[in-house]
Each structure stands twice: as structure tokens, then as C-alpha cells.
């Protein structure tokens, strides 16, 4: 069971799904951390959930970053705990890349971490056989949501069956231009902002290896590494540990 969250100013959180997810993902997660004061947002990215009928080859990288961009301008939103889970540490990056001045925090959830000019591709080079299985069907430029493997990898590492019902409820395929696209990272202000980086352990899909985190954030500090032990969709099996955690990220 986890311990309530710690009492602390009300922050902003937006959180970010990853590929072939949509915002409803993170529906767990929500409720703890609304439950101590903070407004959160889970949106769901072009191509899912929602906005899935809007799904098509050129919907990229770049369109998710607008996404996330609009959502913060048009709602007005500030000091935010900016949170992208797998993929959308691409998405997360380059927000914080455009509007450092709005972000209070950002944090990798099991994410993946590009540098200045990569692309999915370049941060997780096994990625390349889901394009490649793409390539030889009617639809190129469709992939998948990967097949549910043997425990303990399950479905993204869900394994109970009814949380993995729920969890297929929401998966949609992925444009390959969001593999493909390069993340823009020039903003010298951004390395200000703090990062978090959170691992899944426990259950890793062998072949996967995880990038290295650098010893020290951009901004000169040590970098901040927490473990969940959870599959990958840790918002999905441990909420309430996910949720201590971010709240733990907000400080700073």
C-alpha cells in the first residue's frame, strides 16, 4: 500500500502518455495526485484516444510537441511538473526545449532521453524492426502496438488480466513519422529546468538496454534517478508509488 503524498504547494502536473497510449493511461495516477491539491491534466496526443480518428502518416514528433505546447498556452498553464512516460520523453524534452519559463519540473517516466538532433530510432535502435514489419504491410507508415509477451514482460509489463483488458481498451497504432522525426533541443534556458528520471525494474524485456543518465543534469546539479519495481506502464500497475514520486519530482 503506499503512504499518502507529501503535503506541499500546489503545482500544475501535465502528464504525457507514450506511444500507442492514450491520456486514460494515467487515470490511476490522477486521483492521488488530485487528492493533494494539485490540478492535473493527461491529454491524449493526435492519433489517440479522442483524437485516434485523426491518425495518419503525417502526424509526427512535431505534431505531438504542438500538441502539448497548445495546452500549455492556450490553458495558460505555469510552474508545471512535466511528466512524459517512454516516447514521450522525446515529446517532454522539446516542450521544455520551447517554453522553459513554464516548467517548474520535468520528469522521465521509464522515458526515453534524446539528445539535440535524435530520433526514436537513434535512442532505441531495436525500434527499428517495428518499422521494418510496417514497411512490408498495406499501410507503411502504421505500427502496431507491440504483442503481449510472456510474463513477466506482459502487455508494455501489465500482466494481470484485467488490468491488461482495460489497457487494450486504449491502444492504437502509431505513425512511423513519431519514430522517425528528429527532436529539436537548442534552447540553452531549458538546462535550467530540473529533471527526474524514473526507472522500471524488475522486469525488463531482455534485448532492451536503457540508456545511461548522465552523472549530472543539464544544469550542472547530480542527476536524480528513483526505482519503481513495475513493468513498464508503471502508472497502470503501482499508481500510488508513481504518484509519491512525482510529487517528490515537483520539489525540485
Known amino acids: 500500500m503506499s ?18 497510449h492514450d491520456g486514460r493511461v494515467w487515470g ?12 492535473v491534466s493527461a491529454p491524449s496526443l493526435t492519433g489517440h484516444g479522442e483524437r485516434a480518428h485523426l491518425l495518419g502518416p503525417d502526424v509526427g514528433l512535431d505534431t505531438h ?14 510552474d508545471v511538473v512535466l511528466v512524459g512516460h517512454s516516447y514521450a520523453g522525446m515529446v517532454v524534452a522539446a516542450v521544455a526545449d520551447r517554453l522553459p519559463e513554464r516548467i517548474a519540473a520535468l520528469v522521465f517516466v521509464d522515458a526515453m532521453v534524446p539528445a539535440d538532433g535524435e530520433s526514436v530510432l537513434d535512442v532505441m535502435p531495436h ?33 494481470d488480466p484485467a488490468d491488461q483488458a482495460w489497457l487494450r481498451t486504449m491502444l492504437t ?28 525494474v524488475g522486469s525488463e524485456p531482455a534485448g532492451v538496454t536503457r540508456r545511461p543518465v548522465p552523472a549530472a543534469q543539464p544544469h550542472g546539479a547530480p542527476s536524480r534517478v528513483r526505482e519503481v519495481r513495475s513493468g513498464h506502464d508503471c502508472m497502470v500497475t503501482v499508481p500510488g508509488e508513481l504518484a509519491e514520486l512525482l510529487s517528490e519530482a515537483a520539489t525540485g
Open 3 to 20: 503512504t499518502p503524498l507529501t503535503v506541499q504547494r500546489e503545482k500544475t502536473y501535465v502528464l504525457v502518455h507514450g506511444a500507442w
Open 28 to 39: 490511476r495516477v490522477v486521483p492521488h495526485l488530485a487528492r493533494a491539491g494539485h490540478r
Open 65 to 78: 510537441v504542438a500538441d502539448v505546447v497548445g495546452l500549455l498556452v492556450e490553458e495558460d498553464l505555469t
Open 127 to 159: 525500434t527499428r524492426h517495428l518499422l521494418d514489419l510496417a514497411a512490408g504491410s498495406d499501410a507503411p507508415w502504421r505500427i502496431p502496438p507491440p504483442p503481449e509477451g510472456p510474463e513477466p514482460q506482459g502487455l508494455f509489463g501489465v500482466t
Open 173 to 200: 497504432d502509431e505513425s512511423a513519422r513519431c519514430f522517425l522525426q528528429p527532436v529539436r533541443l537548442d534552447n540553452s534556458a531549458a538546462a535550467a529546468t530540473p529533471r527526474t528520471y524514473i526507472h522500471c
